[in-house]
């Protein structure tokens, strides 16, 4: 699994162009929100500078779209092209495939939180106390997991064609009811209630916890590892079958 | 130890069915050529085989183990009709990469050398020619040293050249008293390559044995000599002969007693020139066996 994981990395950072937009979107639109929001208050729910606020929802939005685009569209286009099969030939079992992916979409998750997290820095001249922030940065990370996995499952169950935009359907949808472009007290009341339970709002609430400083409550915690197990749990039987299908 | 064995197996997709009541023996160090048209059922056969495919009825072993579990050891290599490479990556990682997923892989100089890779090893593998796409995947199912090589249409996409070294190559890797079956609708391959044909049409196995074998199974020979402008009338009279075919000025006839034929044209008084006698080609044969069915 480790070989391939290695693999995958490798032909992700090859793709320059893929990598580039990957890493270029949230960073661009971090940029356009804090001026766009320059001189506003602090956010009221959590308290936090507008601009730290916000780092941590384009990092969010960030980690999401390169867990999801190094997943979904990719991994259709290898399965209708034959190559997942052909490595199912090997001793390489399928469960390590999707384990494997996981984990190599996660090194592009990194980046993208990390170079948000940097030009918040550099430009809007955000401060976080440094423990606080390389937390962030860690469970964020490792948080990412449910994201990879819901690509997996994309992947696995549409055609190379509708994966683009079956991928993209979900992430903006999880990425507005989430709250990480309009915070979700904004949202109708409907979709308001919905967002506590979406793994991209708790994702995001995560970060936002532990940038202020504090612990993100069990309830974060469950709803994240809830999502992953039961995407995984999807993820890893749906791709077993699309091999057996002819 | 036999490689492969097979007992009674059947596999359907919808309401087609693929495989029918299948019983295979396939002994260590054999070389085995699936042979028969397209919808024979050989690729699901080959499917099967991998545990890409679970089959309804029946039993599958490989090496003692069922499929996946052989193929999870690293005893099994492959080379699908449709197994594309990888994007992004030269043909020495996707080499290297598959060889590190077996527990006793070939070293990677070997394998590129085998497959006819060594000038290309720093190329990028998806965008090679498809006759070089061919020798990679070639090189991706002998990465791993498999005992059992498993080759759907291999030679699909090759032109003629690229064929005669592609079946060199198998040849060397097979000398190792490897067992190697491949799928095949190219008659002459499974002629040249295989110590043993088995002939499948509609799901179902119809001949099994030598190219000799089946050929001789097939029955028939062709006589052919030059009629010139002599009439034709009475060679379908002459002992043996079961068709009469005039090409030209060529006459060509299929005989079960060539020997018979050719005394009984001697003796019936025409001018015989340029006088054939010829097995039926496998061609001949194969269509003979896979059409006759009833």
């Known amino acids: 699994m480790l070989t391939y994981t290695r693999l995958e990395i490798v032909r992700l950072f090859r793709d320059r162009r893929f990598t580039f937009f990957t890493l270029a979107v949230p960073v661009g639109f971090y940029l356009l929100w804090a001026s766009v929001f320059k001189g506003d208050g602090p956010e009221p729910k959590s308290g936090l500078p507008l601009a730290t606020y916000l780092m941590v929802s384009m990092a969010s939005f960030g980690a999401i779209g390169a867990s999801l685009s190094a997943t979904g569209q990719r991994f259709a286009a290898e399965r209708a092209s034959g190559w997942l099969r052909q490595l199912q030939t090997t001793p390489l079992r399928p469960w390590a495939v999707v384990a494997g992916r996981t984990v190599a979409s996660m090194f592009l998750a990194l980046p993208a939180i990390l170079l948000v997290s940097l030009i918040a820095f550099a430009a809007e001249g955000v401060r976080v106390n440094a423990l606080h922030w390389a937390l962030m940065v860690l469970l964020m990370w490792v948080a990412s997991l449910p994201f990879a996995a819901l690509g997996i499952l994309i992947g696995s169950l549409v055609g190379p064609e509708a994966a683009q935009p079956v991928t993209l359907g979900c992430y903006f949808a999880l990425s507005i009811l989430g ?17 506590g339970w979406t793994p991209s709002n708790r994702f995001g609430n995560l970060g936002w916890t532990l940038v202020s400083g504090h612990a993100p409550s069990v309830t974060t915690a469950l709803v994240l590892v809830a999502w992953t197990v039961g995407l995984a749990a999807l993820a890893v039987p749906a791709y077993g079958r699309t091999l057996r299908a002819r | 130890m036999d490689a492969i064995t097979v007992t009674n197996v059947a596999k359907s997709y919808g309401t087609v069915r693929a495989v029918e009541s299948l019983d295979l023996t396939i002994p260590v160090g054999q070389s085995l050529a699936l042979l028969g048209p397209n919808g024979a059922g050989k690729s699901t056969t080959v499917s099967m085989l991998l545990g890409l495919a679970r089959p309804d009825a029946g039993a599958i072993e490989v090496f003692g183990d069922a499929p996946s579990t052989a193929v999870a050891r690293g005893r ?13 990556l030269t043909v020495k990682e996707v080499v290297g990469f598959v060889r590190g997923l077996y527990p006793e892989p070939l070293p990677l100089d070997e394998i590129l050398a085998t497959a006819d890779l060594t000038d290309l090893a720093k190329r990028r593998a998806d965008k090679l020619s498809g006759g070089q796409r061919q020798r990679v995947r070639f090189a991706l199912a002998i990465a791993g040293a498999p ?20 079946w060199a190559s198998m040849r060397a890797y097979a000398a190792g008293g490897r067992t190697i079956l491949f799928a095949t609708h190219y008659l002459e391959e499974a002629d040249e390559n295989a110590d043993r044909i088995v002939v499948m ?6 001949a099994d044995g030598s190219a000799a074998e089946i050929k001789s199974r097939a029955g028939s020979r062709t006589v052919r000599f030059t009629l010139g402008d002599q009439s034709a009338a009475g060679l379908d009279r002459l002992t ?19 020997d018979a034929t050719t005394a009984g044209l001697y003796q019936s008084g025409l001018t015989v020139q340029n006088l054939e006698v010829r097995g039926a080609d496998l061609e001949e044969a194969f269509l003979d066996l896979t059409t006759d069915r009833g």
């Open chain 2, 76 to 88: 099994v290599g492959a080379m699908l009709q449709d197994g594309a490479l990888v994007e992004g």
């Open chain 2, 240 to 258: 043996g002969v079961t068709g009469v075919e005039i090409r030209g000025t060529t006459a060509i006839l299929t005989s079960t007693d060539a």
């Open chain 1, 179 to 195: 709250g990480l472009w309009i915070p979700v007290s904004k949202l109708p009341s409907t979709l308001r209630s919905i967002a």
């Open chain 2, 147 to 166: 005992k059992l090589l498993v080759l759907d249409e291999p030679t699909a996409a090759m032109d003629v050249e690229s064929r005669r070294t592609f």
């Open chain 2, 201 to 206: 049409a509609s799901g179902r196995i119809v």
